[in-house]
């Protein structure tokens, strides 16, 4: 069984900085990968950006530069800072994580709101 718990989410002015968080909560399975995905209302939920075990990350185009994952891997966690945030980030940010079994498992979401 693998649990996601999100925070961090919130209402901000464009060009500041949020960061979420996701404590994934296992028994039984390692992860593999661990990431964060947004959707927004109509829209396909889209990766922002992944991390694997072994700390190779990946990010969607329109966040480089601006936002860094992180994770430990001892407590289970991963990170999202977000800078220079925009109008068009806000959605629903999800944690997804991917076990090396190939268990994929979701967090309930938490919103992120930019405005100009």
């Known amino acids: 069984q693998v649990q996601l718990a999100e925070s961090g989410g919130g209402s901000v002015q464009a060009g500041e900085s949020l960061r979420l968080s996701c404590v994934a909560s296992?028994?039984?399975?390692?992860?593999?990968?661990m990431a964060w995905y947004r959707q927004t209302p109509g829209n396909q939920r889209e990766l922002v950006a992944s991390?694997?075990?072994?700390?190779?990350?990946n990010y969607g185009s329109s966040v480089k530069g601006r936002f860094t994952i992180s994770r430990d891997n001892a407590k289970n966690t991963a990170a999202l800072q977000m800078n220079s945030l925009k109008p068009e980030d806000t959605a629903m940010y999800y944690c997804?994580?991917?076990?090396?079994?190939?268990?994929?498992?979701w967090g309930q979401g938490t919103q992120v709101t930019v405005s100009s």
């Open positions: 296992t028994i039984g399975f390692t992860i593999n990968v």
């Open positions: 991390i694997t075990f072994g700390g190779i990350t």
């Open positions: 997804n994580t991917v076990t090396f079994g190939g268990r994929y498992d």
